[in-house]
Nanobody, 113 residues
Framework: QVQLVESGGGLVQPGGSLRLSCVAS????????MQWYRQAPGKQRELVAT?????STNYADSVKGRFTISNVKNMVYLEMNSLKPEDTALYYC?????????WGQGTQVTVSS
């Protein structure tokens, strides 16, 4: 089992920045990759960014150049810059270990003036 806990969400004005954190605990060995997803009200959950165990990263087109995913030990971060109102969503940390996916409880990001 892997437990994930996100933090760092909040209310920010358009153009602002936030840094989300996710701490993984439990059986964290053999985690293949970690990801950030988001889900806005009335919309499907979408993949935002991925970082593999080898350090490769991938981003949704909508956040390329603005968001950066990184990890240190059992932590994964999502640095979000130039935030837009359409980035408003509940952001989830997701880990894949031995083909099993694990989710955190989510952290709310609201971009509004």
């Amino acid at each position: 089992q892997v437990q994930l806990v996100e933090s760092g969400g909040g209310l920010v004005q358009p153009g602002g920045s936030l840094r989300l954190s996710c701490v993984a605990s439990g059986s964290i060995a053999s985690i293949n990759n970690m990801q950030w997803y988001r889900q806005a009200p009335g919309k499907q959950r979408e993949l935002v960014a991925t970082i593999t165990s080898g350090g490769s990263t991938n981003y949704a087109d909508s956040v390329k150049g603005r968001f950066t995913i990184s990890n240190v030990k059992n932590m994964v971060y999502l640095e979000m810059n130039s935030l837009k109102p359409e980035d408003t969503a509940l952001y989830y940390c997701h880990a894949v270990r031995l083909r099993v996916g694990y989710w955190g409880q989510g952290t709310q990001v609201t971009v509004s003036s």
